[in-house]
Each structure stands twice: as structure tokens, then as C-alpha cells.
């Protein structure tokens, strides 16, 4: 049983979870003990199937356990599952990133250093930052979540947002001090800031598009302008895509943003996670030749891992980019397009007020007005959305247990799962319209 696994669990982990939003605490009741996971949809320890709209919080683009990406970790776990060695299926994943993103003749991303975790990627892109311009402020946006390093969990969204934690405590005040938390889509905040303290700006860090306080894409023109702001400055620019890299288009959010369009920018590094890896643990930070070859060995700024470019993760993440073509995101999308749309028409059908929020293939919702900011997230009637997710669970759909976080879909969500949540959505808005707020 579900609630049997959730109470052993708490006898050895720490809230019975290994990452804080898997407890449920934001939704109530039991979280669900997966044992297993294929296509659009997964089984629970009770023998409950449901379909899946998390997709492993985004790497599962093709769907769980897709054939092709499990004989080719089979294949490489058969050989080694780790040698401490470089290996030349990492220098083929780096070939391949560098590739994909590109926009006409630009390719921004020109040197690659494979990590496990976006955590580590994010990290290591802010040190880097430091190391290359010699200045220590940082700026970040609120709401945006870069991972669980101390300079990066000030106002950050996600778990943080879902357990309504200001911060996290152990962070020490020095360290939280070299960061400047800014309201996102903001340009008159963040012109404010460099008039300030722009000799002293090492690097403006941003998601591509906001997706860990739920969607917040970036107004029109408003990462160009971010651009364009740090480099006049002498500051770089980190372009978080962990999430949206590779998930939203091929070349991710920054291909998307610069496919022909006038109003083009060129980022200094990129981080990448979820996808990149294809399930398995490995993410990645690219950008300009001259900044990354600041990076050990070459240059002054440390950093190592002995399960960098593991090689059985380098196969799932190579065997999921080359499947990713243009069918599948075509598929992503146009799922991503009628389910967003079909939850809108429920919620309103109930007469609950509501935005949907989407960048690309990625969505959520909003219980309120239309929202560009953490402030504005935080206004919504959150108090509705966990009797929409209970009722949706119990309909066999299993949707992000916080609504702080993005939904995923997979090219291998068909028309038969997409109905199954279909017809889940009008209790589910009912269930939204009744429920009441806290005491």
C-alpha cells in the first residue's frame, strides 16, 4: 500500500521523500510509490495505473521507458556503469548539444562540460561567471528556481514556493548577500540594478521561461532586453534552460525566441538538465569558447565529478536527443495545445476563475488574473487547486502535486490517454469550484 510505503519511508528519509514536493505537502494526502512507468502513463505500488502529466518533471519526451533508450542503456551498463575515464560518447553528446542550438548561422553554444545535476550545471555557470569578469554580485529573478545552491534559493519558486519557505535556513547571510533578488519581467528593476551596481554584476542568471512557479514565460523582448543590459555593463548572461532546453524545440526556448525573429541575443552560457539526460542523471553547461575555457583544466575556475559523463546516462541522453525530431515536438505541442485548452473550458464551464499560462509545450494554471510575476503567482486562489488534483487522481490523471510547477506532456501521450484525461476534467473543475479556502 501507498500509505504503508509512505510510512516506512519516513522512518529512514527525512519526510519520507528525497525531494520535498513528492510528499504531497502542498496537495494533502498520501503520495503515490511508483514501481513502474511506460509511455504516457504510470503504476503505483497498489497496482493503480495513471496517466502521467509529469513526465519526470520533463525528461520523459518521448515517454517512459521508451524501447530505443532502454537497450541503449542496456548496452552501456553491459560494458561498465562507470569508469572515472573519459569516454567517446561524451565528446558525441557535446557534438550533439553544440548542434542543436542554433539559429541560422549563430551557434552560441561553442564548449560543453557535462555535470550530473542542473544544481551542479547552474553552480558551476555562476562561479564560472565570477572567475571570468572578477565580480561577485549575482542577479537572479524572483520565482525563478536555479537549484539548491546557496546563492540560488533566495525567492526561488518551485519546492521553495510549495512549502512557503522565504529561503532555506543553513544559507549564511554573506553568502545570500551577493545576490539581488528582482521582480521578473521587470526591465525597469533590473535597469535599476546595473545603474547601481553594474561594475560590480558578475552575471544575470534567468530561466529562458519561467516554469518552477508554475509557466511565466518572458514578456515580448524582455530577455533581449536582459541581454542587452548586462553585456552594456561588461556582465554576462546565464540562460537557464534545464527545463526548457530541448523540451519546447529543438534548440530549446533560446531557439524558439531566435528563429528568424529582428530581436535576436546571444546568451554567455546556457545550463541543461531533464531532457538532455533522457531520464538518467547528467545535465550540462555550454557557451562562448573564451568563457568556458576558464573551466579546470585549462583555466582558474575548479570543478570535477567523478560521475561527469557517466556513460550510461551519455546514452540515454544521446539516444533521446536523436529521437527528438521534428514529429515529436509537433506532437508536444499539439497535445500541450488541446489539454491546456479542454482545462481552461472545464474551469470555466464551473465558473472558476483562471489563466492559463504557457510557454511552448509547457502550461499550467493560474487560479486568478493572468500573471508575469512571482508576486502576482502568489495573489491566485491556490486553496483550489488541490481538490482539482485529488479528483483528477482519483480519475487515474497524475498532475504535478503543487501548482507551482509545470505540467508535461510526451509525444507518446495518444488519443486514447488524452481522452482518459479529458474525461476526468469536469469533476475536476467541481471539485476546484467548491473547494474553500483555508480557516
Known amino acids: 500500500m501507498n500509505s504503508d510505503l509512505f510510512a516506512r519511508a519516513q522512518r529512514s528519509i527525512p519526510g519520507g521523500v528525497n525531494s520535498p514536493v513528492r510528499a504531497f505537502g502542498s496537495v494533502g494526502g498520501t503520495p503515490r510509490f511508483l514501481v513502474g512507468a511506460s509511455g504516457p502513463y504510470v503504476t503505483d505500488s497498489e497496482g493503480t495505473e495513471y496517466v502521467d502529466l ?8 518521448l515517454g517512459h521507458a521508451h524501447p530505443e533508450v532502454v537497450a541503449a542503456v542496456q548496452q552501456a551498463a553491459a560494458r561498465g556503469l562507470s569508469f572515472g575515464a573519459s569516454t567517446p560518447s561524451e565528446t558525441e553528446l557535446a557534438e550533439l548539444v553544440i548542434a542543436r542550438v542554433r539559429a541560422g548561422s549563430v551557434s552560441p553554444v561553442e564548449r560543453v562540460r557535462l555535470v550530473s545535476t542542473g544544481t551542479e550545471a547552474t553552480m ?12 561577485d554580485l549575482l542577479v537572479k529573478f524572483a520565482g525563478h528556481y536555479h537549484g539548491h545552491s546557496d546563492a540560488l534559493l533566495a525567492e526561488s519558486g518551485s519546492g521553495v514556493a510549495t512549502l512557503s519557505l522565504p529561503g532555506s535556513a543553513g544559507v549564511p ?12 519581467n521587470d526591465l525597469g528593476a533590473l535597469t535599476e540594478a546595473f545603474g ?7 552575471a544575470v542568471i534567468t530561466e529562458a521561461a519561467a516554469a518552477n512557479m508554475g509557466v511565466v514565460p518572458p514578456l515580448p523582448g524582455f530577455n533581449a532586453a536582459v541581454h542587452r543590459l548586462a553585456h552594456e555593463h561588461g556582465a554576462l548572461v546565464i540562460l537557464d534552460e534545464v527545463l526548457t532546453g530541448f523540451r519546447v524545440g ?4 533560446w531557439g524558439l525566441e531566435n528563429d528568424g525573429g529582428a530581436d535576436g541575443y546571444t546568451p554567455d552560457l546556457f545550463t541543461f538538465g531533464k531532457v538532455v539526460g533522457g531520464g538518467m542523471p547528467l545535465a550540462a553547461l555550454g557557451g562562448r569558447a573564451d568563457v568556458m575555457e576558464h573551466l579546470a583544466p585549462l583555466g582558474p575556475v575548479y570543478q570535477a565529478g567523478t560521475l561527469s559523463g557517466n556513460p550510461v546516462a551519455v546514452a540515454a ?30 474551469l470555466s464551464a464551473a465558473g472558476v476563475v483562471h489563466s ?13 488574473g493572468p500573471a508575469q510575476s512571482y508576486a502576482e503567482v502568489k495573489r491566485q486562489e491556490a486553496f483550489r487547486y488541490p481538490p482539482f488534483f485529488h479528483a483528477m487522481l482519483d480519475a487515474g490523471v497524475s498532475l504535478p502535486p503543487s501548482v507551482f510547477e509545470a505540467w508535461f506532456v510526451t509525444a507518446a501521450h495518444d488519443d486514447a490517454a488524452v481522452e482518459r484525461i ?18
Open 196 to 202: 547601481r551596481y553594474g561594475d560590480r554584476i558578475a
Open 250 to 253: 529543438r534548440a530549446g526556448w
Open 173 to 184: 547571510a554573506d553568502v545570500a548577500a551577493l545576490t539581488l533578488v528582482l521582480p521578473y
Open 54 to 61: 509529469v513526465a519526470s518533471w520533463g525528461p520523459a519526451i
Open 356 to 368: 492559463v499560462q504557457r510557454a511552448g509545450n509547457l502550461f499550467s494554471f493560474v487560479f486568478g
Open 124 to 135: 558551476t555557470a555562476i562561479r564560472l561567471a565570477r572567475g571570468f569578469t572578477g565580480r
Open 317 to 346: 541522453g544521446l539516444t533521446t536527443l536523436r529521437l527528438a525530431d521534428d514529429a515529436v515536438y509537433g506532437r508536444l505541442d499539439a497535445v500541450a495545445a488541446q489539454l491546456s485548452a479542454a482545462v481552461s473550458e472545464a
Open 422 to 439: 479529458l474525461s476526468a476534467l469536469p469533476s475536476a473543475a467541481h471539485a476546484a469550484a467548491v473547494g474553500t479556502p483555508p480557516a
